[in-house]
């Protein structure tokens, strides 16, 4: 193995500590959002029928749950835009980023009836 094939290696290696911190994030979303309706001022159009069934003590986990969760998911996928624009160019990581993310937004405003009414003007 040459250093460069060392090298390349160690570059394209998954980072697993991430993999595991992306699952358990995805776990507190699953969680949160289960937790959600079980909150007495909570938006969620389901009410428990019995009233012992709320939980107002869950806003704890709601609160800190919410405070970070999302932007810990946009700082991990922020970490690797910087090797992967390295690798593709300017013009390639563009193009790329319009058809993952450009195709679905249009496909969505042009879909949904409220985008009429909304910032977004379809």
Request: aromatic share 16%; proline share 7%; hydrophobic share 50%.
């Amino acid at each position: 193995m040459s250093v460069c094939d060392a090298v390349c290696y160690e570059i394209m290696k998954r980072l697993n500590y991430l993999d595991t911190l992306k699952i358990v994030l995805t776990l507190l979303v699953l969680f949160h959002h289960a937790a959600e309706p079980y909150y007495p001022d909570s938006a969620w159009p389901y009410k428990p029928s019995n009233a012992d069934e709320m939980m107002p003590w869950i806003w704890h986990f709601l609160s800190v749950n919410a405070a970070f969760f999302m932007g810990l998911f946009f700082l991990i996928a922020g970490y690797f835009v910087p090797r992967s624009y390295d690798k593709q160019g300017l013009k390639v990581f563009v193009q790329k980023k319009l058809m993952r993310l450009g195709i679905p937004v249009v496909i969505f405003a042009k879909t949904h009836p409220w985008c009429k009414t909304s910032l977004i003007t379809c």
